[in-house]
């Protein structure tokens, strides 16, 4: 079959999305895949290639939450690494099977494939437009000095009439705590036989772990830490903690929770039932943190239970985080304003990544004495 792809060029523009400016690649997959680096005013760092594989993680390689690779391997492993979403909609008496950003289903839909990333450079959104399911589906990356990693899905029903959807969606690939990037590097699978993801039922929380530190002495080491995934949005989802059931669910077939799972890659998928009238659309968040104690696990999973519009909060820490890097590359002259808005969106980066590199005196110049 020829493939339906649309073949429009790549296009460069700036929107607006939630009151603030984005720059747009138009067909983004037209191109080829370039590798980008996402930005906190924290301790976060990202690394992602513009098809959706990535590497990310806290301070350094050794607080990975997914596998620290160089670019070319991130690129070619975005189907098993990184978000995952799949889709079965129900039209017209017929089950159509659709994995956005996927090239599992190339030449089935028209599609097209836009990436946004906003002017200060710690906001990336990815787009799949379904022409023939009349279905949009984006997920926004963004980061959270409280929650860690931030993933905004949205499912968009651009039809007429309403749609059913079983929807999955989720990430995989996850690391455990404990691991360093040189052993996942030169003994991965001798890491996957150590690897424990758990789920806390009660509120959808997964907990990935080593079974115990990896080293080569006759010693004990118990692994204490752990990454942790949770969600948010979705009324009552089943929760998967490895890609074994991936499969089943593509075939329609029955899939069951997730509790305790050793000796497989760490994975966090939700699954839920989905009814959506013409226009309408559905928003769901993932949060991914890691080296969590068991006192910050329990402190998130009763906010997970309590919390009456944890959402919200979500939400405002990550514009706070937006926010604090505004201010901190102000404190370098890092924000201009012309009528080139490329060009003040370049200089801000350009002081960032300095910045990055060299950081700036604090308090308005005062320096400790112990410094």
Do not use: C
């Not at 990975?64 to 690779?69: H, T």
């Amino acid at each position: 079959m020829e493939n339906a792809k649309t073949t429009e060029t790549a296009v460069l523009d700036t929107v607006q999305i939630a009151e603030e400016r984005f720059y747009k690649i138009s067909n983004s997959d037209n191109l080829r895949s370039f590798f980008m680096s996402i930005v906190s005013d924290s301790n976060h760092w990202m690394f992602i290639s513009s098809n959706g594989g990535l590497t990310a993680g806290r301070k350094n390689a050794d607080y990975a939450l997914f596998p620290y690779y160089t670019d070319d391997k991130i690129t070619e492993l975005a189907e098993i690494t990184g978000s995952k979403s799949i889709f079965r909609v129900q039209t017209n008496g017929q089950t159509s099977s659709w994995e956005p950003f996927s090239d599992r289903f190339a030449g089935r839909y028209q599609i097209t494939r836009n990436l946004y990333k906003n002017e200060f450079g710690n906001k990336l959104l990815f787009e799949e437009v379904n022409q023939d399911l009349h279905l949009t589906f984006r997920y926004q990356w963004s980061s959270s000095n409280e929650y860690g990693f931030v993933k905004t899905a949205t499912l968009i029903n651009r039809g007429s009439t309403s749609v059913s959807v079983s929807a999955l969606d989720g990430l995989q690939n996850i690391l455990p705590a404990g691991l360093k990037s040189d052993q996942q590097n030169s003994t991965s699978n001798l890491v996957d036989a150590y690897k424990r993801s758990e789920l806390e039922k009660a509120v959808g929380l997964g907990i990935y772990s080593l079974s115990a530190i990896i080293v080569d002495k006759a010693e004990p080491s118990e692994a204490l830490k752990a990454n942790i995934v949770w969600s948010l949005g979705l009324e009552n989802p089943t929760h998967l903690l490895s890609t074994k059931q991936l499969d089943h669910f593509r075939k329609g077939r029955t899939i069951q929770d997730e509790i305790d799972i050793r000796a497989e890659k760490g994975a966090y998928f939700v699954v839920e039932e989905l009814v959506l009238s013409a226009g309408e659309e559905k928003e769901w968040m993932i949060m991914a943190d890691v080296n969590k104690n068991h006192s910050a696990i329990a402190a998130i999973a009763n906010s997970i239970d309590k919390e009456a519009d944890l959402k919200g909060q979500i939400k405002k820490d990550v514009e706070a985080g937006t926010k604090k890097l505004i201010e901190l590359d102000a404190a370098a002259d890092g924000l201009q304003l012309t009528s080139d808005h490329f060009r003040d969106t370049r200089h801000f980066a350009n002081v960032l990544f300095n910045l990055m590199r060299g950081g700036i005196f604090d308090h308005n110049y005062q320096i400790e004495k112990r410094d």
